[in-house]
């Protein structure tokens, strides 16, 4: 499953899951571009991780500076051979409560951010005639999950691009892949399940394997779907969740 010599980019990868595939990458070896919006996060993670990993600084949802940001990376390294679209936010609220101006700016970062980036790295990867997208999608998007309506549309909206980009781009060589993360030992996650123990019973009382996942069970499979391992594999939604979404 090596993939040696390649070049990849990371929304959001200084943290959370996106901070476990970047280790991942740069572990085997693989140049990693990691981008986000809080420099000193960044750098700190560059200087951590070693000469193998890379950042720029942009805020994806201002999606007018994408192209000059893709640009900007095609000028400096020979190609992109690997898209992760990890970079996300959150709004925990009721759905009757919720603004139009909260709705779109998650769904502006979630998924019109994720499709962006992904039309102006295409352009160079169709010019190869070989890459990989994985995007990351959730569980809101494989049931109801109540006050993350905006969350949810974004995420719904991203599983449904995966297989229409799959569907276009496969036939020349980019193959477009989904992983829908459980939930995940992540500050975020324990911030949100600690809040509300409610929340957390439920989870864990639907969840077969009857614990939390661990950041690095999204970025090994991750790492598998832009792997050569899987080089059948395209248009897919890969759950890994401990059997949260069929859990009764």
Not at 42 to 54: I, K, P, Q, Y
Not at 136 to 158: D, L
Not at 206 to 219: Q, S, V
Request: charged share 20%; proline share 4%.
């Amino acid at each position: 499953m090596s993939i040696p010599n390649k070049i990849a980019i990371v929304t959001g990868g200084a943290s959370g899951l996106g901070l476990a595939i970047t280790k991942k990458f740069v572990q085997s070896g693989i140049q990693t571009i990691i981008i986000g919006r809080n420099e000193e996060n960044l750098a700190n993670v560059a200087d951590e991780l070693g000469s193998l990993c890379h950042y720029k600084v942009c805020d994806l949802s201002n999606i007018t500076a994408v192209p000059a940001l893709v640009a900007e990376i095609t000028a400096e390294y020979p190609q992109i051979d690997i898209l992760v679209n990890n970079a996300g936010i959150n709004l925990k609220k009721h759905f009757v409560d919720v603004t139009d101006e909260e709705f779109q700016r998650i769904v502006q970062t979630n998924m019109n951010a994720v499709f962006a980036i992904s039309r102006e790295v295409t352009k160079g990867m169709l010019a190869t005639g070989a890459g990989c997208i994985i995007n990351i999608s959730s569980m809101a998007a494989q049931y109801g999950i109540p006050y993350v309506i905006a969350y949810t549309a974004a995420k719904t909206g991203i599983e449904g691009m995966t297989k229409a980009m799959a569907v276009e781009l496969s036939p020349r060589g980019i193959r477009v892949n989904c992983v829908a993360p459980g939930f995940i030992k992540t500050n975020m996650s324990a911030k949100a399940l600690d809040s509300d123990p409610e929340r957390k019973q439920k989870v864990m009382s639907r969840t077969p394997m009857g614990h939390l996942g661990e950041p690095a069970d999204i970025a090994e499979a991750v790492y598998f779907l832009s792997s050569d391992a899987a080089k059948y594999i395209t248009g897919v939604v890969l759950p890994v969740d401990g059997g949260n979404s069929i859990g009764f």
